[in-house]
């Protein structure tokens, strides 16, 4: 098995999703409110996982675009849950030393007086590990 | 009635009014909400990747001490609504899940999901009755017209959260009806407004609450109602909202029953 491979296996794995189970209907890119914004679109992503290759999902701006708005698992037709696997490859990533994509130090000059400590929280536990 | 009751980190805080106004109209409707001991923030997001353990430990502590209370467990915020409704179904029915958080935590009885999870809102509906809560209403809010934004968490995903129908919800609607107001049904009521993007991107969240503000002017708001305090944080950052301001649904309830100015925090 090949680095990518057994990473795309992890995936998988962390994802508890059957990306084999897509029929590519499209229905959860047509639903992604941050489309415009991803390079690679959620019905892209599901074949990427498919097709063994993370190391472009691993660079894809996507995995910080996903609003985990749960659209595209909940219109799915298939079950697949594209949102888990971009979740996922995310996982992979911020599970690595030094991949945060939130620094500590970048919070103080994110603030306003009315910013939420939800805010905080969610952002801290999507962008790091 | 007595619900154990989650308020969650915010409610503490930069949302103390959703958590007042809620207390002083459980109080009037007839059901007491009893906060829980010593819970713990639930994370805000629910901890997807089937390996976490640890990031759902809070909920599973909150969960607990509900059940030996034997009480329903409340919430208010959307966010806390959402982990801790999908963690206790994870333990419900995720073996793996269920079996490694129990040893961890080593109760006196491992906890398997008995808790039933319920939002203040499905308590109005399902429990108070929206017929009884138009009775109760001394204020009415006659002549608003009042749109629903009711966002992602609370909704989706559906078969799990068993909130409302994911798609077409209506429980918001009935409630601004039976507080007296006309709902304002628009597209855009179910649609994220950015969520935890707008701490780092902010110009991308706003488009997004751009849109839905654009579609509930368009159909004829006054006033929008969340259940959730980053959605109504990354609301009011639009221009949109100061033509359509933006209130937690407990707030409009409190001043229909009458209690809003003597808890006002």
């Given at each position: 098995m090949t680095k990518a491979e057994k990473q795309a296996e992890l995936i998988r794995e962390i994802s508890g999703t059957d990306p084999y189970k897509c029929m590519k209907c499209g229905k959860c890119s047509a639903s992604c409110p941050s489309f415009d914004e991803m390079d690679i679109k959620p019905h892209q992503f599901v074949s990427y996982v498919l097709h063994d290759e993370v190391e472009a999902l691993a660079e894809s701006k996507s995995l910080w675009k996903c609003l985990s708005c749960f659209a595209c698992v909940e219109r799915c037709p298939r079950d697949v849950k594209p949102g888990k696997l971009i979740d996922a490859a995310r996982q992979l990533v911020v599970r690595q030393r030094g991949q945060d994509y939130l620094k500590a130090d970048e919070i103080p000059q994110l603030l306003d007086p009315d910013l939420p400590q939800q805010l905080l929280v969610s952002a801290y536990r999507r962008y790091r590990r | 009635m007595k619900y154990s009751y989650y308020p969650g980190c915010t409610l503490k805080n930069k949302a103390k009014d959703l958590d007042v106004y809620a207390r002083a109209c459980a109080e009037k409707l007839g059901f007491e909400l009893e906060e829980i001991s010593e819970w713990q923030c639930c994370g805000g997001v629910y901890p997807l990747g089937s390996d976490e353990i640890a990031t759902k430990l809070a909920s599973v502590r909150a969960l607990n001490e509900a059940k030996e209370k034997g009480q329903d467990l409340l919430t208010l915020c959307s966010a806390c609504h959402h982990v801790l409704k999908r963690v206790n179904d994870d333990m419900k029915h995720v073996e793996d899940i269920r079996t490694r958080a129990n040893n961890y935590m080593q109760l006196a009885e491992p906890y398997q999901g008995e808790t039933k999870v319920v939002h203040y809102l499905e308590v109005l509906r399902d429990v108070?009755?929206?017929?009884?809560?138009?009775?109760?209403?001394?204020?009415?809010?006659?002549?608003?017209?009042?749109?629903?934004?009711?966002?992602?968490?609370?909704?989706?995903?559906?078969?799990?959260?068993?909130?409302?129908?994911?798609?077409?919800?209506?429980?918001?609607?009935?409630?601004?009806?039976?507080?007296?107001?006309e709902p304002v049904v628009y597209p855009y009521r179910n649609e994220c407004c950015g969520g935890y993007i707008s701490l780092k991107e902010?110009?991308?969240?706003?488009?997004?609450?751009?849109?839905?503000?654009?579609?509930?002017?368009?159909?004829?708001?006054?006033?929008?109602?969340?259940?959730?305090?980053?959605?109504?944080?990354?609301?009011?950052?639009?221009?949109?909202?100061?033509?359509?301001?933006?209130?937690?649904?407990?707030?409009?309830?409190?001043?229909?029953?009458?209690?809003?100015?003597?808890?006002?925090?």
């Open positions: - | 108070v009755g929206f017929d009884a809560l138009r009775e109760k209403v001394t204020h009415p809010l006659t002549g608003k017209k009042i749109g629903a934004y009711y966002g992602c968490l609370v909704l989706r995903p559906g078969k799990i959260l068993e909130f409302d129908d994911p798609e077409n919800p209506s429980v918001m609607e009935d409630f601004i009806r039976a507080l007296g107001a902010k110009e991308l969240s706003r488009t997004m609450t751009d849109r839905i503000l654009e579609s509930a002017s368009g159909f004829g708001a006054d006033m929008l109602i969340t259940a959730c305090p980053l959605c109504r944080y990354n609301l009011n950052k639009s221009a949109g909202s100061e033509a359509v301001p933006v209130y937690y649904f407990t707030e409009l309830l409190a001043e229909a029953l009458g209690v809003k100015e003597e808890v006002s925090p």
